[in-house]
């Protein structure tokens, strides 16, 4: 981490970087303010308020933004709370992505922290009192300097105004005394009836910079002397590296060294995000992209089978120790070990009431099976990392979600202390999850400590969608017990999957059924995995709204009306003590959804088939009506309605397009989504193989609502995409009479039925 | 190794390169011209979509040998001031999440509207097809696609 920040320093540098040479991301929007539109005058002297924001002497603000960009919009959402609180006019803005600081961006880890659709839930109070203290420091200031009340002192779009005395000023005039006066502890914030800023849709703050291609992404990195590397990884899971030989590619024009590293130390104990199957690998450092490319095929290494381990890692839930078994996996045997522990009793992690009993009475039982394969997260920016080693110090700059997780590894690999690590959080090509686990950056630094000069790693497509961190294959069994006039008795799941299971026992439909029993399983794996947009929800959601479809249709009730009336027992009289949601959110954005869609108001059009799927998930509500027509075999998603219940909206049309992302990843996913391992590679290496959507398969017209209320700000970027899964199997039932129980749902099958 | 003369963006730009190298990574490494993305490598991504002359092409598979004196064009040389109709169109829609593969989606769209002006909705998607974005933002390209049509 950095501790020492001269901001002045490092515009000043910035500045005159843009005339030259490209050494960082941050140069080239130094003019630039946040709305894109004008060029702002740069200020002689910057005014530091704190480590959000900082007012030049001609009132243009800097404000930093905490969390790493990679595509949820931060840069622009999150300055926009600040300059909400601070009054300030959006135009006078200028946007900068921070650097990891965990003292400055506290907690430690979390503080800068992109996943989990934490980013503004877990900003909001800390950029809203980051704005209201400089507010309030100005106010003061202007107090002092014109002997009045500080109370009788307005604000508006960065001009402080005494009413009474007829005197005013500009934020830049109050600047320098106001950076002097103590930070409150806690500062009066705005009413929220009283923002002019948050709720206004605000175009992204980097929009020209990337429809004119400028430089941002770690790939595009560069500095004078930089060595571009690439690594050898092992060809299967289970593999790990026995010898090699560097010297045929050594020899090849270009190329200055090939020699192996080692992520890990031994007896390193691993955190929660060191995932990362291929510790030892086989580094290739030359001039320039291409040479390595080619050098890298001209390496001879001879792999060897993993024996089976088990290590201790300290992860969210404290130390656990984690088995990892020998051997090369199968997808096949994948499929028939989940199916026999399906049908073996589970871990019972929720029950209420009697369910053995009620299934036992029932007049009629429902069970269904639903499963979904390994995903890559395929980020279309592969992984990269710029490393710069200088004895002790490193300097290092890329894609990363999760600063705080990998400075500890990077430190105790290094055998340095954090404070001589410096990051720093390029944009990111998409990361969904993958860039949580950043053993990438490790990698780049042991590459240049070795070749004592900077160095851009850089990951094929291949390496990147061989080497993954994936969402795990699972797998759902869902119960219903009817009695002789269609009553629900009783509600049984029972999910795993390799190696963790998606059961979230909790969740609705637990607490509205009287009789429910929720068990887990897992099957040990070494195929490496980890978070993906909406982790373990991404298939749960699916096979239980797919469910809920069937049972409702069983017992002869709408859909929607069916699950109003679960979440009415829910609210009114919840079954059990922990009950994760919101009942009457959840259904909110379902009365929201039927209203929008027009649902059995509004006869669909011919040929037009209607699913409809609910979901909560990272504090958040979001539901969707999926029309879609069948052409040759092939569904046709005309229309998602989305409702989403995520508290305020920040920048609703930057939450707009996240949702319609989220439903079109999703439906792609659904439809097309999967990877398969044989003798424990990865059967897909690059997007010949793996089917991902585009632009002919995306649903027509993606219509988004969101709920309008008071309620802090809740999760975005995950919540819309686990319940498409369902909306779209659900659509496709009513379309082919056929119901989906298997993702991916068309995959290699062009044509359903 | 050899020596290439290229007319990139209106400029004359030498190159020592192997003759085999992909445009992409002539753009990239050795002009600094970084704007062209590496997504797949083996045109199936649509990242790395420049213009030859007018036509799209993907240069992750284009020697730099082949390219001749053909008037090379990437995202950097599309308009002087970033304003091309389809830039312009992509800002008024906001269409970028990440925002990485959208040089290649504009160029290819430019391409497009440049050969069919007024394109209809499938040939929209054919000519785009090519293009992933794997932040899902197709529903906007397509729109924006069609303001710049006009
Ligand atoms: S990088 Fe050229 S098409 Fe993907
Ligand atoms: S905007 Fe992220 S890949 Fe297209």
Redesign the pocket.
Known sequence: MTTSNSRRTFLKNSVLASGGMVIGVNWLTGCKNASSEAALTMPKEWFNFNAYLKIGENGVVTIFTPNPEFGQNVMTSMPMVVAEELDVDWRNVLVEMAPFDAVKYPPAIFGQFTGGSRGIMSKWEPLRNAGAAARHMLKEAAAQAWQVPASEITTSAGVLKHEKSGKSAGYGEMAAAAAKIPVPVKPTLKEIKDFKLISQSQKNVRGKEIVTGKPMFGVDYKVDGMLIAMIAQPPAFGMKLKTFDGSAAKAMPGIKDVFSIKTYNDGYEKGGFDVNAFPELVAIVGNSTWEVMQAKKALTIEWEPIAAYSETVNGWGGKQVVNVPAGLENSDDHAAKMAALAAKPGRVVRRNGDPEAAFKKAAKVIERSYSCPYLAHNCMEPMNFFADVKGDKVKVAGPLQIPGFIEPTLAARMGIPVENIEIEMTRMGGGFGRRSYSHYLVEAALISQKMNAPVKLMYT?EDDMTNGVYRPAYHAVYRAALDENNNLLAFHVKAGGIPESPLHADRFPAGAIDNYLAEDWKIESNITIGAFRAPRSNFIAGAEQSFLDELAEAMGKDPIEFRLELLKRAKENPVGERNDYDAARYAGVLELVRDKSGWGKTPVAAGVSRGVAAYFCHASYAAHVLDLTMENGKPVVQKVTSAIDCGIVVNPDAAANMTEGAVTDGIGNALYGEMTFKAGAAEKAN?DKYRMIRMSEAPKAIDVHFVKNEIAPTGMGEPPFPPIFGALANALYKATGKRVYRQPFLGEREVMG | MANFTLNINGKQQTVDVDPATPM?WVLRDHLNLVGT?????????????IHLGDVAM????LPVSQVGNQAVTTIEGLSENGDHPVQQAWLEHDVAQCGYCQS?QIMNAAALLKANPKPSDAEIEGAMN?NICRCATYVRIKAAIKTAAG
Request: aromatic residues 10%.
């Open positions: 497509r997007f | 992409l993305k590496y997504g797949c490598g083996i045109a199936q991504c649509g990242a790395c979509t993907r240069s992750c598979m290649g090519g």
